[in-house]
T-cell receptor, first 111, second 114 residues
Framework: QKEVEQDPGPLSVPEGAIVSLNCTYSNSAFQYFMWYRQYSRKGPELLMYTYSSGNKEDGRFTAQVDKSSKYISLFIRDSQPSDSATYLCASPTSGNTPLVFGKGTRLSVIA | EAGVTQFPSHSVIEKGQTVTLRCDPISGHDNLYWYRRVMGKEIKFLLHFVKESKQDESGMPNNRFLAERTGGTYSTLKVQPAELEDSGVYFC????????????FGEGSRLTVL
């Protein structure tokens, strides 16, 4: 079983839609969770970072962590064509270990 | 402030040849990481430098891969001899502190081994 599972999509939505991106993880030691966004032919860039269970909001983006079910989500409200990218969830096993990435979900927002 | 830069952006070589990838981290970032994404797979960790020292090289696939970071500035990743399965995108990332997860990635070096 992979440590971080993520549906690769692709996911295509109309502009203005609410997008839900999800990951599951298997390692209970994971405490920090990140969402990276990667545009085509670019490197990943950190989008959001959460430590504990619950929600964290940043503009149109909300990251949600449910440690009891080992489930992490990223919600995008009022999606825009500029949100079209691959979204990667990631976590280190602990504070001193390298990031473990999911495969990424490719999102297309159609105008 | 300049970001993480990688060179070359794309390299096409034949099996058995040697390729050297270079990464210039953000100035002042002591931590430098190499990751790789093989087609259809997730991004996977290769190794981590703190300044010029290898902190963790548990992700290096085999001894055909050699990473260096002389002087604690830029880093090189050499693949010698290259095999078909080495094809993929090699990402370099850097961070100032050992901040969990807050890595700044370069655009990657795409390696194609024929």
């Amino acid at each position: 079983q992979k440590e971080v599972e993520q549906d690769p999509g692709p996911l295509s939505v109309p502009e203005g839609a609410i997008v839900s991106l999800n990951c599951t993880y298997s390692n209970s030691a994971f405490q920090y969770f990140m969402w990276y966004r990667q545009y085509s032919r670019k490197g990943p860039e950190l989008l959001m970072y959460t430590y504990s269970s619950g929600n964290k909001e940043d503009g149109r983006f909300t990251a949600q962590v449910d440690k009891s079910s080992k489930y992490i989500s990223l919600f995008i409200r009022d999606s825009q064509p500029s949100d079209s990218a691959t979204y990667l969830c990631a976590s280190p096993t602990s504070g001193n270990t390298p990031l473990v990435f999911g495969k990424g979900t490719r999102l297309s927002v159609i105008a | 402030e300049a970001g993480v830069t990688q060179f070359p952006s794309h390299s096409v070589i034949e099996k058995g040849q040697t390729v050297t990838l270079r990464c210039d981290p953000i100035s002042g970032h002591d931590n430098l990481y190499w990751y790789r994404r093989v087609m259809g797979k997730e991004i996977k960790f290769l190794l981590h430098f703190v300044k010029e020292s290898k902190q963790d090289e548990s992700g290096m696939p085999n001894n055909r891969f050699l990473a260096e970071r002389t002087g604690g500035t830029y880093s090189t990743l050499k693949v010698q001899p290259a095999e078909l399965e080495d094809s993929g995108v090699y990402f370099c990332a850097s961070s100032h502190m050992r901040a969990t997860g807050e890595l700044f990635f370069g655009e990657g070096s795409r390696l194609t081994v024929l």
